[in-house]
């Protein structure tokens, strides 16, 4: 009986006594606790290499000028085809959880897993100057189709420390009948608004109108934004610079750049920073190579060849003035892009151009 009872005690004070050490470790926890599986960066890191020569940067952005305008529309259409055939795998092993369904604003857009945030609907994109971009849907409300993830949105822009916001198009959309507020809204329109979001109250602190070389550009809004946890008593409070292209239908911390579908603008806006800053390395790529590069990150990229037309312009243009080069390479083909835009093209062969 004295043995029975000593091993009893022994397995019990045992027991007690790993229970309380697991505790103390935080390796025990009675909670739910949601597991990320951890992002893969699907770029090697190239931040340290060197710029190319004057002179071979005047040839890598000339050459993206190349060819007629009916090659340069037959290379978009290509490459939106590329797009459009793209393999698109959402399985990824233990601990990935698919996003809900009920997540997606378009369940046509599948996640790549690997570059997946998990929180929304959203993939991670490196530049190779390491500007973090998080490519985004916009937030959804609660409704019969959608479950709202307007909270999840800001727990990430919490858990991230996002400093900058992009969102790209106006609040309230013409549907063809009428101006349409959207609905996600995450913040108030006009300085001094304020909303309540789950655990947090959204105040819009300033809004104006962004200064482009000293006059304001009513296309672009700049609004400060301050989101308060009013759960937590200490440094409860973080304040974001939030642009608003209203006409479009520090690098340590991630940018969020989000349309409503997180797609076609979204990825035309970041490919700007993404493939110009591949090229200024790479004498021996041309922009179909950067392109390429761009899509493996986000499903579905892009909607039309036009979007894919208008990025390589924005590409020519952001390498002429970043190292100040003649104006006449982008006039080249803007104005070649601008000649296909005129002709009112809708399909060719399957594959939309606008």
Same mark, same amino acid.
């Given at each position: ?24 470790? =935080?390796? *025990?926890?009675?909670?739910? +606790? ?19 020569? /004057? ?23 290509? *490459?939106?085809?590329?797009? #459009?055939?793209? =393999? ?19 369940? $046509? ?16 994109? +490196? $530049? ?6 998080? %490519? ?14 307007? !909270?999840?949105?800001?727990? *990430? &822009? ?8 992009? #969102? ?10 009428? @101006? ?27 809004? #104006? ?16 934004? +301050? ?23 520090? =690098? ?15 990825? %035309? ?5 993404? !493939?110009?800053?591949?090229? /200024? ?5 041309? @922009? ?6 761009? !899509? /493996?990150? +986000?499903?579905? $990229? ?16 952001? *390498? ?7 104006? %006449?390479?982008?006039? %080249?083909?803007?104005?070649?892009? $601008?000649? &296909? ?14």
């Amino acid at each position: 009986v004295l043995y029975v009872s000593f091993s009893i005690i022994f397995i019990a004070g045992f027991t007690v006594t790993a229970v309380l050490l697991l505790w103390c470790k =935080k390796l *025990l926890c009675f909670s739910k +606790r949601q597991m990320f599986c951890p992002i893969i960066d699907m770029d090697k890191q190239e931040d340290l290499y060197p710029p190319l020569s /004057e002179d071979l940067i005047v040839l890598v952005t000339g050459s993206l000028t190349f060819g007629t305008n009916e090659e340069k529309f037959d290379s978009w259409i290509k *490459l939106m085809r590329m797009v #459009m055939e793209e =393999k698109r795998r959402e399985k990824r092993k233990y601990p990935f959880r698919k996003l809900p369904p009920r997540k997606y604003r378009n369940y $046509s857009i599948p996640l790549n897993p690997l570059t997946s945030l998990q929180i929304i609907h959203g993939n991670r994109i +490196r $530049s190779r100057d390491n500007t973090v971009f998080y %490519a985004t849907q916009m937030p959804m409300e609660q409704s019969e189709h959608f479950d709202e993830t307007l !909270i999840d949105f800001l727990n *990430l &822009i919490w858990k991230d420390e996002i400093e900058v916001l992009v #969102m790209l198009g106006p609040t309230r959309p013409y549907d063809g009948k009428e @101006f349409v507020q959207l609905d996600g809204m995450y913040f108030c329109e006009g300085a001094k608004g304020k909303m309540t979001i789950g655990s947090y109250e959204v105040e819009t602190l300033k809004e #104006m109108p962004f200064l482009v070389d000293g006059k304001n550009n009513n296309d672009v809004l700049m609004r400060t934004i +301050r989101i308060t946890d009013k759960k937590k008593k200490k440094n409860n409070f973080r304040e974001i610079t939030h642009f608003q292209y209203v006409s479009w239908n520090d =690098k340590d911390k991630p940018i969020i750049v989000h349309c409503t579908e997180g797609v076609g603008r979204t990825m %035309a806006f970041i490919g700007l920073d993404y !493939i110009s800053s591949h090229l /200024e390395i790479h004498d021996e790529w041309k @922009f179909e190579d950067g392109f390429k590069k761009l !899509i /493996e990150k +986000r499903y579905k $990229s892009f909607q039309n060849a036009q979007q894919i037309g208008w990025l390589e312009v924005g590409v020519v243009y952001f *390498l002429t003035k970043k190292y100040e080069l003649e104006m %006449a390479m982008f006039d %080249a083909i803007n104005t070649k892009y $601008s000649t &296909i835009c005129a002709k009112g093209i809708t399909e060719v062969g399957g594959v939309r151009w606008r």
